[in-house]
C-alpha cells in the first residue's frame, strides 16, 4: 500500500481535516504562507506517490489501484491548496491596500500602520513589518498590539534585545499579558535560561 493510503477512509478525513484547520488558521491569521505550506507538503507527497509507483516491481492490481487514487486525490488537494493560497494571497492584497489608503488619506494614523505591518507579517516580511509598526508605535506609544507583533518579528530576527523593550513595555503596562509572558519565555530559553522560561510558561497556565 503507499505510504499515505488515500483509499483508506480514515486517513482521507484526516488528511481534510488537517487541510480545513490549516485554511480556517490562514484565514484568520490573514497569512498565505499556510496554505503555502499545505501546497508544499501535497506536493512531495504526489512525488513521493509517483516514485513509489514507478519503482514498485510486481506491483499487484489492488496496490496499482490504491496508487493511482491516491494520486488522484493528491491532485485534488494540490488544487485545492492552489485555490485557496490565491484566495488569501487576495485577502492579504486587500488588506495592504486598504492600510495604504488610510495612510495616503492620514499619515498619522497608527492603526493603518499596524494593518500593513500585520499584512507585512503574514508575508514573512520581518524587515517591513517591524518599519510599519514602529510609525504606528511612534504614532501611538501604548499601541500593545503592534508591540506585541513587532516583538514577534524582532524574534525571527534573533534580536532579542530589542523585543524586550518591546515585552517590558506591554507588561508594563498589563503584567498579565499572556502572549509578552510567552515571548519573553522564548526569549529566555534561546538565551539558554531553561528554568527562567519555564516559569514564564507556567505563570501564562496559572492566569
Known amino acids: 500500500m503507499p505510504f499515505i493510503n488515500f483509499t483508506n477512509v480514515a486517513t482521507m478525513l484526516l488528511t481534510l481535516v488537517v487541510f480545513l484547520l490549516a485554511l480556517v488558521l490562514s484565514k484568520e491569521t490573514k497569512k498565505s504562507g499556510i496554505i503555502a505550506t499545505m501546497l508544499s507538503v501535497f506536493l512531495i507527497i504526489l512525488v513521493c506517490h509517483a516514485v513509489e509507483l514507478g519503482t514498485i516491481s510486481n506491483i499487484t492490481e489492488e496496490m496499482h489501484y490504491a496508487m493511482t487514487r491516491s494520486i488522484l486525490v493528491d ?11 490565491l484566495w488569501m494571497d487576495e485577502i492579504q492584497a486587500k488588506v495592504e491596500n486598504a492600510a495604504n489608503k488610510a495612510i495616503a488619506i492620514e499619515e498619522g494614523n497608527a492603526v493603518a500602520h ?23 508605535i511612534t504614532l501611538k506609544d501604548d499601541f500593545i498590539e503592534a508591540r506585541l ?9 534573533k534580536q532579542y534585545k530589542e523585543m524586550m523593550e518591546d515585552i517590558d513595555a506591554v507588561l508594563a503596562q498589563n503584567p ?32
Do not use: P, W
Not at 507583533?149 to 530576527?157: I, M, S, T, V
Open 75 to 85: 491532485f485534488v488537494f494540490i488544487f485545492l491548496s492552489f485555490i485557496s493560497y
Open 114 to 136: 499596524y494593518l500593513l505591518g500585520k499584512a507585512r507579517k503574514g508575508q514573512n516580511d520581518d524587515l517591513m513589518t517591524i518599519a510599519h509598526l514602529t510609525k504606528a
Open 149 to 157: 507583533l513587532r516583538a514577534e518579528a524582532l524574534l525571527n530576527l
Open 176 to 207: 498579565e499579558e499572556e502572549t509578552a509572558m510567552l515571548l519573553r519565555g522564548k526569549v529566555k530559553e534561546s538565551n539558554g535560561q531553561g528554568e527562567e522560561a519555564e516559569e514564564d510558561y507556567k505563570l501564562v497556565t496559572e492566569i
